[in-house]
């Protein structure tokens, strides 16, 4: 691990257990021995997480998991305008715009069409739309920085 980056040594390591198999119970009795230095009351019966049974989270997020429909999915409307100039009147971008609202609109336009938050079927498109987005606010964020470095 000397001589290594830490994304390195985290790579390895993650490859070393990947060549081993973990049991549950070698998996609970790790989180009694790391809940060992816990306060006494976090760990009582009253304890929210005393009433969680070790291997429901799994089933719990089943149970969560949406049910898959047979009517096929929609694409929604504005995800199927991927021109550089419609994504550029989504962002209205102006002259008058700073660091702050530059970086306010990439979130915003982020949580509507960032593909990590659509089916597998729109990410095609939202993918375009993104990586548009991007570079319409860093050139932006060029400019911004240009004109405030000339003055």
Same mark, same amino acid.
């Given at each position: 691990?000397?001589?290594? +980056?830490?994304?390195? #040594?985290?790579?390895?390591?993650?490859?070393?257990?990947?060549?081993?198999?973990? +049991?549950d119970?070698?998996?609970?009795?790790?989180?009694?021995?790391? /809940?060992?230095?816990?306060?006494?009351?976090?760990? /009582?019966?009253? #304890?929210?997480?005393?009433?969680?049974?070790?291997?429901t989270?799994?089933?719990? !997020?089943?149970?969560?998991?949406?049910?898959?429909? $047979?009517? @096929?999915?929609?694409?929604?409307? !504005?995800?199927?305008?991927t +021109?550089?100039?419609?994504?550029? #009147?989504?962002l209205?971008? $102006?002259?008058?715009?700073?660091?702050?609202?530059?970086?306010?609109?990439?979130?915003?336009?982020?949580?509507?069409?960032?593909?990590?938050?659509? @089916? /597998?079927e729109?990410? +095609?498109?939202?993918?375009?739309?993104?990586?548009?987005?991007?570079?319409?606010?860093?050139?932006?964020?060029?400019?911004?920085?240009?004109?405030?470095?000339?003055?």
């Amino acid at each position: 691990m000397f001589g290594m +980056s830490v994304f390195q #040594s985290v790579l390895e390591r993650l490859k070393a257990e990947q060549d081993t198999e973990v +049991s549950d119970e070698d998996v609970a009795g790790d989180f009694r021995n790391a /809940a060992a230095g816990l306060p006494p009351e976090f760990m /009582a019966e009253t #304890s929210p997480c005393a009433a969680i049974p070790f291997g429901t989270v799994e089933q719990a !997020y089943r149970e969560l998991a949406p049910v898959e429909s $047979s009517e @096929p999915l929609v694409m929604p409307d !504005y995800l199927n305008r991927t +021109s550089l100039a419609e994504v550029a #009147s989504e962002l209205a971008l $102006s002259d008058q715009e700073t660091p702050l609202t530059l970086a306010a609109k990439r979130r915003r336009f982020a949580a509507a069409n960032h593909p990590d938050r659509l @089916p /597998a079927e729109f990410r +095609s498109n939202a993918t375009l739309r993104m990586k548009l987005a991007n570079m319409l606010i860093d050139e932006a964020a060029r400019r911004l920085a240009r004109t405030a470095a000339a003055r």
